[in-house]
Every structure is written in C-alpha cells, then in structure tokens.
C-alpha cells in the first residue's frame, strides 16, 4: 500500500459523520444469484437472475427486490442514495454488452431501467377533534435509469474505466413530525400531554442526477471513483420558493484485497454535502465518510 493511500485512509477517521454499507452476491444455482444490501437507512435483499451470453457478449440481469426502511426520521444526516422512508418493491432490469472481439480495446456498455413502488398506512388525529384517529393510505414511487460504460486496452496490466451515469426521480410519502398536545383535564383536573401527528401525510419529489468515475490502474489492489450527486428536493405542488437543492461530491478509495479475484472490495469514502438553494435542517456544508464492504459484486460497479 502506497504512503499516499495509507494517509488518505487514516484522515477519513476524523471525518465527524460516519456511515457503514455491505453488498452481498452469492450464487444459488445457474443463473441465479440472491443479493442482499444493507446501509444506514434501509436494508432492500431478493434474488438476480443473470442470463450471459459469453460468446456475443450480452448480458441480461433482471433484480425483484423489497426495501425497507431502518430508520422513522424523514431525512439522514449522511443523505444515504435511494433512502426512501416507507417499503418500496423494486424491479430492476440491465442489459449489458462487451466487445472483446477487437484487436486492440475491449469496451463495452449497459443500460439499466429500475421502477419501484410502495403502499403504506397513516394515522393522523385532526385538530378539530383530536381524540378521533384517521387512518390513510398513500403510495410511493421512483423510476430510475443508468448507463454505464467500460473502457480498457487488450494488453497486461491496462488500465480501466467505467464512466457511470444515473438519472432518478423519486416521489416519496412522509409521514409528519408528532406535536406535543395538551389534553382536557380528567375527572381529578390534571392536564397531561401527549404525542400525536395532527396533519395529513405529504408528498415530496426528488429529481437526483449522479456521475461517478470509476479507474483503476492496471496493477495493484485499489481503484478510485471520484462521484457528485444532485438531489432537488421539493413538495408535491409546485413552490420554488420551497425546494432545496443539494450538491453531494465524493472521491471513493476501493481495496481488493484478493489478488487475481476482484469480487471483494472495501471501500473508504470521503464526502462533502453542500446546499446550493433553500432550507433544511442541515447545515449548508455537511461533510463525513461512508465504509463499504462488497462481496460478489462486479469489479467496476457503482450505481
């Protein structure tokens, strides 16, 4: 490991926020793998199905998955990619071409479609009666679309790159903050408190675009993946005045620390999340950094 590599890793230690993720792949029979993924604010696991046609070099991968919040609280502070705050089904759908019939690259390309979907139950009790409960169902859901390239020379010890591009729109019901309510006095006249949501449940959309970069360069254990994201964060009617726009940019650290078999990485990622318009609860420059351990994945997989 380079002096530069182990400074990098060592300052990511005095980040003040810090977050964990694990990805696993594991084979179940031909064609079928089961996957599994778990971060700060959600956990989302189901089967892939996995059809490689090696002699043309197409692939098709199809991934049914269920997600699922860990967490109540509407927003997080590390801004975790596709938290979402109710369960969503997910259907995933990639098809994948490499050419290796060429003399001199190898090169290839994916195009990938996620649609997702959720239902979930709220209760709420109206100001104009507030000992009476009233239940709602909303649904949620996103669509989101990625393309990936690959790019490297047909020689020892190439270096690779895997430019990744990812549009997402999401449109996300919340549930509202519990306010402190003051109740009628009981029969002996003492007044107690309690914890009640008085609205309705909302709806707000997130239009996210995201770049990452991803090299590595040819020889040793470590690949680098330099990424911005932009979330756009607005409510369900249409108010300028009321959407928040934040930029997140990211330099990932990845080590492989099996030679010759690039199916684990561990990665170290630095962050910093900058609010270019509106008001959250956030300050305007939030940085930290994020763990990662991947088990089974792609050797240059991002999105």
Avoid at 17 to 36: C, E
Avoid at 158 to 187: K, M
């Amino acid at each position: 490991m380079s002096k530069a590599n182990c400074l990098f890793l060592s300052l990511l230690f005095f980040l003040p926020a810090f977050g964990y993720s694990q990805d696993i792949k594991f084979r179940v029979m031909p064609y079928l793998n089961g996957i599994t993924s778990g971060k700060e604010g959600y956990v989302e696991a189901g089967p892939e199905f996995n059809w490689q046609y090696t002699i043309i070099g197409q692939t098709l991968i199809l991934r049914p998955s269920v997600r699922l919040p860990l967490t109540e609280a509407n927003e997080n502070t590390l801004q975790i990619d596709r938290y979402t705050p109710t369960w969503r089904a997910v259907l995933d759908a990639e098809f994948g071409y490499l050419n290796t019939l060429g003399c001199i690259q190898k090169n290839g390309f994916s195009i990938g479609l996620q649609a997702e979907y959720g239902l979930s139950q709220f209760k709420y009790f109206p100001v104009t009666n507030i000992n009476n409960e009233v239940k709602e169902t909303k649904s949620s859901f996103a669509l989101e679309v990625k393309l990936k390239g690959f790019f490297t020379a047909k020689r020892i010890n190439a270096a690779q790159f895997a430019p990744q591009f990812r549009f997402r729109y999401s449109r996300n019901a919340n549930q509202p903050i519990f306010e402190n309510i003051v109740n009628l006095p009981d029969s002996r006249g003492i007044t107690t408190t309690s914890n009640k949501v008085t609205d309705k449940a909302f709806s707000t959309n997130i239009f996210s675009p995201a770049f990452a970069f991803l090299f590595f360069p040819g020889d040793g254990n470590f690949a680098y993946a330099p990424a911005i994201f932009y979330d756009l964060v607005g409510p369900a009617a249409t108010n300028p005045n009321s959407t928040v726009g934040r930029a997140r940019l990211e330099y990932g650290v990845y080590f492989y620390p099996l030679i010759k078999a690039y199916n684990v990485r561990i990665g170290l990622t630095p962050f910093v999340n900058i609010r270019t318009n509106g008001m959250d609860s956030f300050k305007m420059f939030e940085y930290g950094g994020q763990i990662s351990m991947s088990f089974g994945t792609n050797f240059l997989q991002f999105f």
